[in-house]
């Protein structure tokens, strides 16, 4: 009993969880990729998921908006709580889910169509508007939002996928952004990037974190330093250390933290 | 570290470094070399099969025709002045030719000799005589001229396919008969001329009569069923397969089984055609109807498999946007995946088609093959298609017919051309860059 509740203490740095996984396993098949997952999630935060290659950063987040549904013989088990209702529920729509849980790949994934048609794919598919005009009205806020809006208002009806590459995953983000989400998921969305595009997309993720929960995968420590206020390492399919990002980077408790951070391995 | 250090000091290694970079630039030309000499060896096969198609071929464009001068005598025509269709297209026009031949032999005397020079002249004559009366009943009793059809022998001299230097005994065109022809020359009545009938008219037995529309038509309305039947369904099984389907041991063996029905000769889709459309369901013979659906089974598996790699094609990343936008898996395909795929999927689509159009040996066994005079103009009507019709012409004793057959060969190879075309074009036309 004490045990229990010393790992929610420790796993509970936030002030408001939006998002509690408690006790999550996941299967490829037989294959084991997480070991029983604690972690929370604060409200209108960014939380960095860090760790080496293939530790199971991307498995985690993929859990959060149940993208893992579409493996074949992908399991997961153990709870993750959406605003206190758990999201692996019978009950739950995955498609209501992802409406609430956008998300953000590695590669930039515009659709081969206009930019405007990339923004009104999630309004449309989800019968958000009824006109037009709020359709118009959504794509540009959207844009707005995502910092794109002078960059493209020209030329709307050009295709997304003629925009350059941080110019595509800001257009991933609005996209994300249209269908009015509560969480963000970002899975490494710099790692294809020049540095002068990671900085505008690390400077939306700081304002986009006034509105929105965000939960970004990064391979740079750099960067979760800079874009988070919470960072969790993973390592071979464990949680290993939990909690706010400076102090994981100034005082990290378990060995395995400091040697990634001092950059022994990964 | 240290082994590349010697190797750019020593000068026995420099030596042999440089020997290595040389040989390989050698292979790499030498293996150049082979690709181009094999594209050479492909693309001269490919020019003498088209150069001996065209040059048996392109004299089946033009035919010999005659001038003749024909007397539309109202006694033979319409005898009692009625003007009735029904009696109009009974009349003996075959003695208004006889007597236009008659004009123009005064000489030839003999009921044999009589016929021959009749038989100069192609059957064709009458009918056109008829036609001409049917559409204008005006002319009856009066003078006309026109160019009549030469016989198919008479033709073949003139194209140098009879060649006039060998022995009387081995010719088809006796020495009275070339002296017949060449006195019609003489007085300038022959002239070659555009072949128009063989693109307007159906099969007959007399090859200067002979045209491919028939056979055209039949391909064309057997592909249209192909087409209905199989492109729907084709699309829907890959799309089902690809995207819906579990991946477990049954949709394996389907799968399996799909790649070996892509493999299975066309013959036995006929034999199953005859057994399941003919003698079961009791569908007309020789019908386009059948034929499509025959050719629709023989091109579903490719349909089925080229439609799968390209629905493989998509990259997955377009699935997984559109998955994490909140769309359905119906969504996902419907919007995103088969769209992208559909480059491919019609390019796939076509080929089978094309294969389809080229099939001759399915089409047999339902009847196909029959000789079918009329141009068909519907799907239950007895039809025959190009291939059979190449089949059909090549199977001819008649040397005009090896024109005939070279001919209809082309237009085959048009078909084609033009079909592959039509997916180059669509495919750019899909085409689209993510
Ligand atoms: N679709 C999949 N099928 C099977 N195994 C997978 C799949 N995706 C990831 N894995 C495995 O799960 C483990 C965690 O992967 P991942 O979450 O992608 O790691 P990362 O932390 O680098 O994002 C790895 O060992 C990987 O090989
Ligand atoms: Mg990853």
New interface residues.
């Given amino acids: 009993m004490a045990a229990v509740e010393q790992t929610i203490v420790e796993t509970q740095p936030a002030p408001v969880p939006k998002i509690t996984a408690r006790s999550v396993d996941m299967y490829y098949g037989e294959k084991q990729a997480l070991f029983d997952v604690d972690l929370d999630v604060a409200e209108r935060h960014v939380t960095a998921l860090i760790g080496p290659s293939g530790c199971g950063k991307s498995t985690f987040l993929r859990c959060i908006?149940r993208?893992n549904d579409?493996i074949?013989g992908a399991r997961v088990e153990g709870t993750i709580m959406l605003d206190g209702e758990n999201i692996y529920d019978k009950a739950l729509d995955?498609?209501?889910?992802?409406?609430r849980v956008?998300?953000v790949?590695q590669?930039p994934?515009?659709?081969?169509k206009s930019i405007y048609d990339n923004i009104a794919?999630?309004p449309r598919?989800?019968g958000l508007t009824d006109t037009k005009d709020e359709l118009d009205h959504i794509v540009a806020t959207s844009l707005e939002k995502a910092g794109l809006w002078n960059e493209v208002r020209d030329r709307l009806q050009e295709?997304g996928?003629g925009l350059s590459g941080g110019q595509q995953q800001r257009l991933?983000i609005a996209?994300?952004i249209a269908?009015s989400p509560e969480v963000i998921l970002m899975d490494e969305p710099c790692s294809a990037l020049d540095p002068i595009a990671t900085a505008k997309i690390e400077e939306l993720i700081d304002e986009l974190k006034e509105n929105y929960t965000i939960v970004i995968v990064t391979h740079s420590m750099q960067q979760a330093a800079r874009v988070s206020q919470f960072t969790a390492f993973f390592h071979l399919g464990k949680l290993v250390e939990y909690g706010a990002t400076e102090n994981i980077f100034t005082n990290p408790t378990d060995e395995r933290t400091q040697g990634y951070i001092t950059g022994r391995f990964g | 570290m240290t082994d590349i250090a010697e190797t750019r000091t020593t000068p026995l290694a420099a030596g042999r470094a440089a020997d290595r970079i040389r040989k390989r630039y050698a292979a790499e030309r030498r293996f150049r070399l082979y690709g181009l000499v094999a594209v050479c060896v492909s693309i001269a096969f490919l020019a003498l099969m088209l150069l001996s198609i065209v040059s048996k071929g392109y004299t089946a464009f033009q035919q010999t025709m005659v001038y003749v001068d024909v007397h539309l005598d109202e006694s033979v025509i319409d005898p009692k002045g009625s003007r009735n269709a029904d009696d109009l297209a009974r009349a003996n026009y075959g003695a208004l030719i006889r007597k236009t031949v008659a004009g123009l032999f005064p000489e030839v005397s003999g009921r044999r000799d009589k016929r021959k020079v009749r038989k100069l002249l192609s059957p064709g004559a009458t009918y056109d005589v008829r036609a001409m009366v049917m559409d204008d009943p005006s002319l009856i009793g009066k003078r006309i001229s026109l160019w009549v059809p030469a016989s198919d022998d008479f033709d073949q001299l003139l194209k140098g396919n009879i060649r006039r230097d060998v022995p009387e005994s081995d010719r088809r065109v006796s020495d009275k008969e070339l002296a017949w022809i060449d006195s019609l020359m003489e007085k300038g009545l022959v002239e070659k001329q555009f072949n128009t009938r063989f693109f307007t008219a159906g099969a007959s037995q007399e090859p200067e009569l002979a045209g491919i529309l028939g056979a055209a038509v039949g391909s064309f309305l057997t592909l249209l069923v192909t087409f209905l039947v199989s492109f729907p369904l084709g699309i829907m099984t890959a799309t089902y397969l690809e995207e819906f389907a579990?991946?477990n041991r049954w949709t394996d063996l389907i799968e399996v089984n799909i790649n070996n029905l892509a493999a299975v000769p066309s013959i036995v889709f006929g034999l199953l055609g005859l057994a399941v459309f003919l003698n079961f369901f009791g569908l007309p013979r020789s019908a386009p109807l059948v034929g499509g659906l025959v050719l629709a089974l023989m091109t579903l598996p490719t349909i089925i498999i080229t439609s799968r790699a390209a629905l493989k094609a998509v990259?997955p990343?377009?699935?997984?946007?559109?998955?994490?936008?909140?769309?359905?898996r119906l969504?996902v395909v419907v919007?995103?995946v088969v769209p992208?795929a559909m480059p491919g999927i019609l390019t796939g689509s076509i080929i089978g088609m094309a294969q389809a159009l080229g099939e001759t040996a399915p089409l047999l066994m339902i009847g196909m093959v029959a000789f079918v005079a009329d141009i068909p103009t519907g799907f239950f009507d007895p039809a025959t298609a190009l291939p059979v019709q190449v089949y059909l012409w090549a199977d001819s004793a008649e040397r005009a017919f090896v024109e005939r057959t070279s001919a209809a060969i082309m237009v085959l190879l048009a078909f084609l051309f033009i079909m592959n075309l039509f997916a180059v074009y669509l495919r750019k036309r899909f085409e689209?860059?993510?």
């Fill in positions: 908006n993208m579409v074949d995955v498609v209501q889910l992802r409406a956008g998300m790949f590669k994934n515009p659709f081969p794919y999630g598919i989800h295709p996928t991933c996209r994300a269908v | 579990p991946k990259p990343s377009i699935r997984e946007a559109a998955f994490g936008m909140g769309a359905s969504q919007h995103h992208l689209r860059r993510w």
